[in-house]
């Protein structure tokens, strides 16, 4: 058996052995420090076997490793350190021994460096350096190890002060990219804010400042209390467990809690109860302990700041009695009497929002905060002086800003508000929204105060302009506050939120007119967004009925704002140019209803005579004669003058009338962005199976379809206009994929190519899902038939749906694409192949083909 096999054989022995072990109970330090253990004998024996432990060179662990730590598939950083540069035998057996090390399976992260190039580099990465503060001599020479250390000392390299920034500047960094939350429904235990890695952090500066890393130093030192202490490794020993049982489960070095995962990782800690209940239970404690972390962290880089700081202590402010400012911190000056007065706690809060030089609290007064709140016996909207002091903040220009923030990240919105607490770290088992409940519903908070900022104004310009006007504001944040706060009770938490906002209301003084503006928007908040999204708003039927739900503009101005900053908080790659479209159409389709009157019904004869003067104007601009447009446009339909702008109408019918092969099919996909994606305009003699096979052929292109709309000429001449993305939401753009997606529906419709069925398999992060298919048919006044299908998302869905249309002798006439996370939610126009609408039976039909062809186990 080679060396490599050999090793491969020893490590999956080990890892055997760990599988066996891990347990609730196990000791989970004494199985992170033996993994290391084992690594160091496999390595040296390995190194020592082929010739390389001699003076002139070190094996060093650095990283992760050179703590001793090492979870089951973390990778193993390696430092080969040699006295001068390396002799060709040497750098052939060094060649030798990584290779070894990856045919084994190990991920190995290496660098060979002689012991000047290793320092000059440390001085330059702030990474390199802190991977040698860890270093930890595995074999080969140990005076070229100290030498190692000696050239890494504060005076050498890095100075502690210098240290410390860059590692709370690196921190910052790393929150950002995590959306500076801990509260990701699939959190990673290492980077993520109150993670591993914020704990590290702190080590990394002790190690730097006092040359230890023990975390008892912190105590030793006073800069933690010996309880705070206990709470910090506590901390530390549950991420270990779960990072340790996330590896196992994984088979892989794997740090993020993915939902295919979870449930295997709850079964193997202990968690009782079905999945989703075990999940549950498990996520609500590594949600608490990244919280903890986060705030002991804060305190603690607070605390080193104060300590390693060249410059004297800022001079105070008093701002009351109890509260001082000093330099950009929130100072309590008799932190004992937080605990003696709840309102004292939101008195604090106001402060940062009435003082726009304050970014911060004071670490005193932090550790005073979490304390006060742990003693807290009743909620604190039971308390009248809090309540006044929570009504002034919420109406304080600058309330829903840092301060907002800074109460929930405190857990200060859960001893408020008791429907809050339910909702802290309250999964969501869906692909549709990246986080929790609570951190989804801040959010949306956060989004409704920035539409109030004036720098914030050209992001959501529309939004920005109806908050700026709003009279009250406040009831637009208390709407985004109660819009979700009812989930997990069972029953619709829109009508739940509802009563919710009604009770905090009556409560806290609101008037009876703006009491139940605040229940109304919570209870409708995902009208609007169904309807933008998921029906036909070029049907004026349809404006006029949620005109009239709305009933006045300031109810539709309140829905618009709360509408887009719902949207924009629920997944930061949900929201998209095509969304916004929607959304600004509908609402000024709307507000023109209102205007009106809606005893008033709009004339759709008018509005296709202005289309047809509109367009026809743009196009004598290109050389095309009246004549020519009247002959092409009185082949069409009038609802195709209603369902497209003068531009696309102008761009289709310039095209139409220069296409060279009269009988061919025309295929165009246009230079500018259409509702944030690209139109793809088809002109083709129409067919069974048409819209199936374009699906088909964007499908295997990668491209989704967010929009379509499927006419026929009165001579059967098909007219489609479909809206196409890339996967990311992106237009499609590039020259090359414009050409070779045009050129591969060309081909498919002159060959008369069947639509083929998708044979990708399910994208991993679908594969835990279960989504059953339903089919509604919504009520129609028009000789049309509506129809809602949700169903799993999957490769060739869409595809497949127009397949089982034509199969049914059904006309598709308009499509709606939604995919929320795992879920696509379609809404489909659909005629008879005669231009009825489906009969009772033909609906039956239907709805039996698309379930028995879509049912979850087929997919």
């Known amino acids: ?80 350190l040699s006295e001068m540069e390396l002799t060709p035998s040497e750098q052939e057996a060094i060649s030798q021994f990584i290779t070894e090390l990856w045919d084994a399976r190990l991920e190995v992260g290496h660098a060979a460096r002689t012991l000047e190039d290793c320092l000059e580099k440390a001085k330059d990465d702030i990474t390199i350096a802190t991977n040698l503060l860890e270093a930890r001599l595995l074999c080969g020479s140990q005076p070229l190890f100290d030498a190692l250390k000696r050239g890494m000392s504060p005076a050498h390299c890095w100075p502690v002060a210098e240290f410390f920034k860059a590692k709370v500047d690196e921190q910052i960094a790393r929150h950002a990219r995590y959306d500076s939350t801990a509260y990701n429904l699939e959190p990673n235990l290492k980077g993520n804010p109150g993670a591993l890695r914020d704990i590290q952090t702190v080590v990394w500066v002790l190690l730097r400042h006092l040359n230890r890393q023990d975390l008892s130093t912190l105590a030793e030192h006073g800069w933690l209390e010996q309880d705070e202490l206990d709470e910090l490794i506590a901390c530390r020993d549950l991420l270990w467990r779960v990072r340790f049982a996330l590896h196992l489960v994984a088979g892989r070095s ?96 106001l402060h940062l929002a009435r003082d726009s030089n304050l970014s911060g609290i004071a670490a005193g007064t932090l550790r005073a905060l979490r304390a006060a709140r742990r003693e807290l016996t009743a909620p604190l909207c039971e308390d009248h002086l809090c309540r006044e002091r929570f009504m002034s903040l919420i109406r304080h220009p600058r309330g829903m800003g840092r301060p907002f923030k800074l109460m929930h990240r405190h857990g200060i919105m859960a001893a408020y508000l008791p429907a809050w607490g339910n909702i802290v770290g309250q999964m969501q088992f869906d692909l549709f929204h990246a986080f929790t409940v609570d951190e989804h519903t801040y959010k949306v908070v956060r989004n409704t105060y920035r539409f109030s900022l004036p720098d914030r104004a050209t992001e959501f310009p529309l939004a920005s302009l109806l908050v700026r006007q709003m009279r009250k504001p406040e009831l637009l944040y208390l709407a985004a506050l109660f819009h979700d706060i009812a989930k997990g009770r069972g029953g619709d938490h829109s009508e739940l939120g509802a009563a919710d906002a009604l009770a905090f209301g009556q409560l806290h003084g609101l008037s009876d007119i703006e009491t139940r503006l605040v229940a109304w928007l919570v209870e409708h908040h995902l009208v609007m967004s169904v309807t933008a999204q998921r029906r036909d708003i070029s049907d004026p039927e349809v404006i006029r009925q949620f005109a009239a739900l709305v009933r006045d503009e300031v109810h539709l101005n309140y829905l618009y704002c709360l509408t887009v900053a719902d949207i924009r908080a629920t997944n930061d790659k949900l929201w998209n140019d095509w969304k916004g479209s929607l959304l600004r159409e509908l609402y000024f389709a709307a507000q023109k209803a209102l205007r009106r009157g809606l005893e008033k019904p709009i004339d759709i004869r008018p509005a296709i005579r202005e289309a047809k003067e509109q367009s026809a104007r743009l196009l004598a601009k290109r050389a095309i004669t ?226 028995g062809a879509l049912a979850p186990s087929q997919g």
């Open 626 to 851: 009246p004549a020519s447009l009247k002959d092409l446009w009185r082949r069409f339909r009038a609802d195709y003058f209603l369902r497209h702008t003068p531009e696309q109408i102008a761009w289709h019918s310039e095209a139409i009338l220069k296409h060279q092969h009269r009988d061919g099919p025309l295929v165009k996909l246009s230079k500018h962005t259409t509702r944030g994606g690209t139109e793809l305009f088809v002109y083709t003699r129409d067919r069974a199976y048409l819209f199936a096979t374009i699906a088909s052929i964007l499908d295997g292109k990668n491209l989704s379809i967010f929009d379509a709309q499927v006419m026929t000429s009165k001579d059967g001449w098909a007219l489609d206009s479909l809206v196409i993305v890339e996967r990311d939401g992106s237009p499609v753009e590039s020259p090359s994929r414009v050409q070779g997606t045009r050129r591969a529906i060309e081909k498919a419709l002159l060959q008369n190519q069947k639509p083929e069925t998708s044979r990708r398999p399910l994208p991993r992060q679908l594969k835990p899902f279960t989504v059953a298919t339903d089919v509604t048919f919504l009520p129609s006044s028009r000789k049309q038939t509506l129809m809602e299908l949700v169903a799993l998302d999957r490769p060739g869905l869409l595809a497949q749906v127009g397949q089982i249309f034509a199969g049914c002798n059904v006309s598709l006439k308009a499509a709606k694409i939604t995919t929320i996370g795992e879920r696509a939610e379609d809404f489909f126009i659909l005629t008879t192949n005669d231009g009825d609408a489906l009969t009772g039976d033909e609906q039956q039909q239907l709805r039996d083909a698309l379930v």
């Open 254 to 349: 794997e740090d993020r809690l993915l939902f295919d995962l979870q449930p295997e990782v709850a079964r193997r800690l202990g968690f009782e109860g079905d999945n989703r209940q075990a999940v549950e239970a498990m996520m609500q404690q590594v949600y608490q302990t990244l919280t903890r972390v986060t705030e002991l962290n804060s305190i603690l880089l607070e605390v080193l700041a104060e300590e390693l700081s060249p410059e004297p202590h800022p001079p105070s402010r008093r701002l009351d009695d109890l509260f001082e400012a000093r330099g950009n911190l929130l100072v309590c000056s008799a932190p004992e009497k937080l605990a003696e007065r709840p309102h004292f706690l939101l008195d604090l809060f």
């Open 1 to 80: 058996m080679n060396a490599a096999l050999a090793l491969r054989e020893r490590l999956k022995a080990h890892i055997d052995s760990l599988k066996t072990r891990q347990s609730p109970d196990a000791d989970i330090i004494a199985l992170i420090h033996e993994r290391a253990a084992v690594m160091d004998r496999l390595l040296v024996e390995r190194w020592q076997a082929l010739g390389l432990d001699s003076n002139r060179l070190a094996l060093i662990a650095v990283g992760g490793y050179g703590r001793g730590e090492l979870h089951p598939y973390s990778d193993v950083d390696l430092l080969i």
